[in-house]
Every structure is written in structure tokens, then in C-alpha cells.
């Protein structure tokens, strides 16, 4: 796995003076994603996990149709070792829809970039199944439990979190990034390869804001509940009433803000 992080040396300044310290940073590099070889993407991301990333991507965009991966492999066009590659191909023998490139790079703090109209993403979409209520207490929990997948965050400061947690509390998969939209599609992906979706009996914990791109990455996922601990945008709550899915923003302190569905309001 390439390195994740990079140290530089800082001259840190306080109301006592300055000194000159080690400082870890974020590693921010593009990854190039193809579909059965045809180019779909690029996006600028945390290097690892990268087969997962691709996974999600793929499933929360909806360009794999009814087609199912088969397999995911670093991709160039010459000879290279697999760290030396930052572009992967998802395999699904051809039966996937070839897909139209998006054009420019997405950035890590841009989840539908490139996308025309949200219809697009929602649209292939349907409600949620019925499903038991979530336990507030344990949603409301969430927060806390995640604190030992945030490795990054407490090296750097500058990395979002995305977990998967099931019904008891356990955390079933938890992955980082700079972007908060492609540690989303790392843990969708896992889940995807896993055979472990739709995601039903699993609920979503994002670290940032819960916009629409969250709660579409979770439906599609098929999350029945998604816990941010920032606030969610007026269309994000609009979206997560129409699939039927538990959303709490502002979750911290053992708190916050239920928006959906408005059973729980």
C-alpha cells in the first residue's frame, strides 16, 4: 500500500514563541477509474483501499446496470508494479453499460461534479423495504464507537471517516479519506465485494455535513439509517424521507437533530 501520509518539517508559532517540528500530512493523489477498461473517472483521493473505492463508485453512480463485478485489478498501459499504479479497471465482462466519462477530475470534496441533474442519481432508486425502527441510543452512539477507525484524523487533522455499524453496535467496516464522498464508496465498496449488500440491517456514520451525496451513496447502498455529525442540507432531508431512511445530523455528545423519518420528529 502506498504511504498515506508524508512528514514536512514546520515552524509551529504559539503566544510563547515558535519551534521547529515534524508535521504528518495527508497523501492527496488522483486515481483514474475505468469500467471494463473505458475510462469513468477520476477523483483525488487518500491512496488505499483502492479496489473498494472503485466498487462504490461504480454501484453509488449507477453505471453497472444488472451487471455484477467480477473482478477489480490495477490498470496501465505499460508495464508497471501495482504501487506504481493510480488507475484501477472494475471488471464485469463487458455486460456493464459503457460508460460515459466524466469529464474533468472530482475532486475529494465533490461528489456529483460532472452529474447534470440529481434526478439522475435518485431516479433508478426505490423506497427502502420496511425495516424495524433504529435504537436512538445506539445511532446517537455512533459517534463514539467510531473514534478508534480515525487513525488519520488524529495523525493529520484532514481526513473524513465512514462506518458501517450493525444493529448491536458493532462496527462492521470503517474506512478514511480527504474525500468524505470516496471513504463513503470505500465502505460501500467493502460491503459490495463482501456480498454484504443492500446494507439493510446496517447503519452509516459520515464524520462531516450529511448533503445529498451521502444520503444517495447510503440508499444505494441500501443503509436504512445515516449519522453525520454536521448538519444536513434541505434537499439531503427531502431525499431521506422519500427512501425511507433514518437521518440524524449534529450527532455528538451523546445528542442530536432526528430528521427523518418524521415518525421520529
Known amino acids: 500500500m502506498r504511504s498515506r501520509t508524508q512528514s514536512f518539517l514546520t515552524r509551529r508559532y504559539r503566544a510563547e514563541g515558535s519551534v521547529q517540528v515534524p508535521d504528518d500530512l495527508i497523501v492527496e493523489e488522483p486515481l483514474l477509474i475505468h469500467l471494463d477498461g473505458n475510462v469513468l473517472s477520476s477523483t483525488m483521493r487518500t491512496p488505499g483501499h483502492d479496489f473498494e473505492l472503485a466498487a462504490g463508485f461504480c ?7 444488472d451487471a455484477e463485478i467480477v473482478g477489480i485489478r490495477h490498470y496501465a498501459t505499460a508495464a ?3 504501487s506504481d499504479v493510480n488507475a484501477v479497471t472494475v471488471e464485469t465482462g463487458g455486460r456493464a453499460p459503457v460508460p460515459t466519462a466524466r469529464l474533468g477530475s472530482t475532486s475529494s470534496s465533490c461528489g456529483i461534479c460532472g452529474i447534470e441533474a440529481v434526478d439522475q442519481l435518485t431516479e433508478r432508486l426505490r423506497p427502502l423495504s420496511l425495516h424495524d425502527p433504529w435504537s436512538m441510543k445506539l445511532l446517537l452512539s455512533l459517534p463514539e464507537r467510531c473514534d478508534d477507525v480515525q487513525g488519520l484524523f488524529k495523525a493529520t487533522g484532514a481526513v473524513h ?7 448491536t453496535g458493532r462496527l462492521v467496516v470503517g474506512r478514511e479519506d480527504i474525500g468524505r464522498h470516496n471513504a463513503v464508496d470505500k465502505v460501500v465498496g467493502r460491503l459490495l465485494l463482501d ?5 439493510t440491517e446496517l447503519a452509516l456514520f459520515v464524520s462531516g455535513r450529511a448533503s445529498f451525496e451521502m444520503v444517495q451513496k447510503a440508499w444505494a ?15 439531503a432531508v427531502d431525499t431521506a424521507r422519500h427512501a425511507g431512511m433514518t437521518l440524524i445530523g449534529f450527532a455528538r455528545d451523546g445528542g442530536g437533530n432526528v430528521y427523518s423519518p418524521e415518525r421520529y420528529a
Do not use: H, K, N
Request: glycine share 14%; no cysteine.
Open 161 to 167: 471517516a465512514a462506518a458501517a455499524f450493525d444493529r
Open 80 to 82: 508497471a508494479t501495482d
Open 221 to 235: 447502498g441500501g443503509f436504512t439509517a445515516l449519522v453525520a455529525v454536521s448538519a444536513p442540507s434541505a434537499l
Open 195 to 199: 456480498g454484504a449488500l443492500p446494507a
Open 59 to 65: 454501484l453509488s453512480e449507477g453505471v453497472l446496470g
